[in-house]
């Protein structure tokens, strides 16, 4: 267990509104990850941060932004949820380091936009 | 950039047996490293089995190997004496220094009784 939670675990809001998704890890680890996954798609990398304030886009981060204020909390941001961004979304930590390692996974939120 | 690509959408196997998911990759590195990822029905993400790229012995976790095919860039899974737990979608992916992780598009594996 990586000790990472996501909250909400489900969520429905309306186009246009803001939306924060929040992943927390219990154990201090550099790097942690946003994903989204889509059926066909797999997992696509959103953004991930390597450290406090450092953060870096992945391939599907339009519409999409960040923050790490505190190493423990990593905070997604929808600034105006479009009905495209109806997805599951993962946070994700290395244990060992480096963004091309293994990889653990919150449990998952389900957000909806109608 | 890497591509991971699982040829597989769907995949059914009777319980006690033995069933291969395939992945394939595609990369001009030359170390690196190989996951493969199940999700159950309850969503949790799984690392199931990892493989690095410098090792020539194929990973091994219970009753779940790999073939690793390193000049083929093919990375299969195999799950002996299959059980009605191991029905999930099972994701292939792959990562080297200086690039993200890359995940394949999954199999979904349903055992049957």
């Known amino acids: 267990d990586a000790g990472i939670t996501q909250s909400p675990r489900h969520k429905v809001t309306e186009t246009g509104t803001p939306v924060t998704l929040r992943c927390h890890q219990t154990e201090n680890h550099r790097y942690m990850y946003w994903y989204r996954q889509d059926p066909g798609h797999g997992l696509r990398l959103i953004h991930y941060?390597?450290?406090?304030?450092?953060?870096d886009k992945g391939e599907v981060s339009d519409g999409y932004s960040v923050s790490r204020s505190k190493t423990e909390d990593f905070l997604l941001t929808l600034e105006s949820a479009t009905s495209s961004q109806t997805s599951v979304y993962f946070c994700?930590?290395?244990?060992?380091?480096?963004?091309?390692?293994?990889?653990?996974f919150g449990p998952g939120t389900r957000l909806t936009v109608l | 950039a890497q591509t991971v690509t699982q040829s597989q959408p769907e995949m059914s196997v009777q319980e006690a047996e033995t069933v291969t998911l395939s992945c394939t990759y595609d990369?001009?590195?030359?170390?690196?490293?190989l996951f493969w990822y199940k999700q159950p029905p309850s969503r949790q993400m799984i690392l199931v089995i990892r493989q690095e790229a410098y090792k020539q012995q194929n990973a091994t976790e219970n009753r779940f190997s790999v073939n690793f095919q390193k000049a083929a860039k093919s990375f299969s899974l195999k799950i002996s004496d299959s059980q009605l737990g191991d029905t999930a979608m099972y994701f292939c992916a792959f990562g080297a220094s200086g690039s993200r992780l890359t995940f394949g598009e999954g199999t979904q594996l349903t055992v049957n009784p």
């Open positions: 994700a930590i290395s244990v060992a380091g480096g963004i091309y390692n293994e990889q653990f």
């Open positions: 990369t001009s590195e030359s170390n690196y490293y």
């Open positions: 941060s390597y450290g406090v304030k450092d953060t």
